[in-house]
């Protein structure tokens, strides 16, 4: 019976993956996560290969519950400048292109009139 004991203490959370720790399911290799997105326009387009994609959110206000609008402004790469001001483009979360960039265009979902 003492072999049972054995081979529980055998995996310590020293030596156990971080996904056997928290009980998660390990991702298969070179699997990426879920990557971030939003929808927002472009509100400029002077830089090269780059545009400001402003984004608008509608939450409701902790307290007062009134609901608040929330812009924000990113960076985002636009590797064959089509983009244009006006512009409703979706963006997509990348690994750090720049100090401020983080962001890629990943489809123009409406060009501006």
Not at 73 to 84: I, L, T
Request: proline share 5%; hydrophobic share 35%.
């Amino acid at each position: 019976m003492p072999e049972t004991e054995t081979t529980e203490a055998a995996e310590t959370p020293a030596t156990a993956t971080p996904a056997a720790v928290s009980g998660a399911p390990a991702a298969p290799a070179g699997v990426r996560s879920r990557r971030k997105t939003r929808e927002g326009v472009v509100v400029s387009d002077r830089m090269t290969n780059t545009v400001i994609v402003a984004v608008r959110e509608l939450k409701p206000h902790s307290l007062y519950k009134k609901v608040v609008q929330h812009r924000a402004h990113f960076k985002a790469h636009d590797e064959r400048n089509e983009c244009g001001i006006g512009d409703r483009v979706r963006i997509v979360e990348t690994r750090r292109l720049s100090k401020d960039k983080r962001w890629r265009v990943a489809e123009i979902l409406e060009k501006a009139k």
